[in-house]
């Protein structure tokens, strides 16, 4: 079975900043895919950005990166320029090729401090 | 275009009653999901369904039964509550046939005393 997990349960930076949140992974998997999703206090689950194993080149989005190390089954998040509506939880999740359900971390709730 | 729309947004219950969460998606999405979030943790899988009628368990379906009998609805029922099922309860849909995002409704908060 495929874990997910997330090592930092919060984290706190400046507006402006850089910062960066963990998360590996375990699988015997060789396709599959990541994803980083954004739970703002509103609830909603929010898609970030996602990551196809089979593609070396790491994902961007706008000011959301990823370090995708495939052998080190390390899937961490860059957040650039960081604002105050960057305040969420953030959940990393992995899918399987051809499963179709996700599998969740634990989270990291990161705060954007004015 | 409303996306994934859940009812109720919050509800009480006791120890016993039944209840049942509507989960409804516009986006003619074949694949859709339950999930439930507790303090501390990620989503956990509840059901899911690849189709209308058809069903299957996630992680955590013990004290939960679904149906589909519309594309468009999806539905959790709790027969006897418990206070174990204290949790936000969400619902997400996606296109089969290949990987795509997960679209999530807003949630719904369930209190069981």
Redesign the interface.
């Known amino acids: 079975a495929q874990t997910?997990t997330q090592s930092q349960?919060e984290m706190s930076v400046q507006e402006a900043e850089t910062v960066t949140l963990s998360c590996t992974y375990d699988t015997s998997e060789s396709n599959y895919?990541l994803f980083w999703y954004k739970q703002p206090p509103?609830?909603?689950?929010?898609?970030v950005i996602?990551q196809?194993a089979y593609k070396q080149q790491n994902a961007t989005e706008n000011r959301f990166s990823v370090n995708f190390q495939k052998a080190a089954k390390s899937f961490s998040l860059k957040i650039s320029d960081s604002q105050l509506g960057d305040t969420a939880m953030y959940?990393c999740?992995f899918?399987k090729?051809g499963a179709?359900?996700?599998v969740?971390?634990?989270?990291t709730r990161l705060t954007i401090n004015p | 275009n409303a996306g994934v729309t859940q009812t109720p947004k919050f509800r009480v219950l006791k120890t016993g009653q039944s209840m049942t969460l509507l989960c409804a998606q516009d986006m003619n999405h074949e694949y859709m999901y339950w999930y439930r979030q507790d303090p501390g943790m990620g989503l956990r899988l509840i059901h899911y369904s690849v189709g209308e009628g058809t069903t299957a368990k996630g992680e955590v379906p013990d004290g939960y039964n679904v149906s589909r009998l519309k594309k468009q609805n999806f539905l959790l029922g709790l027969e006897s509550a418990a206070p174990s099922q204290t949790s936000v309860y969400f619902c997400a849909s996606q296109t089969g046939g290949r990987v795509e995002t997960q679209y999530f409704g807003p949630g719904t908060r369930l209190l069981v005393l």
């Open positions: 997910v349960p895919y509103s609830r909603q689950m929010i898609l996602r196809e959940f999740a899918m090729q179709q359900k996700l969740f971390g634990q989270g």
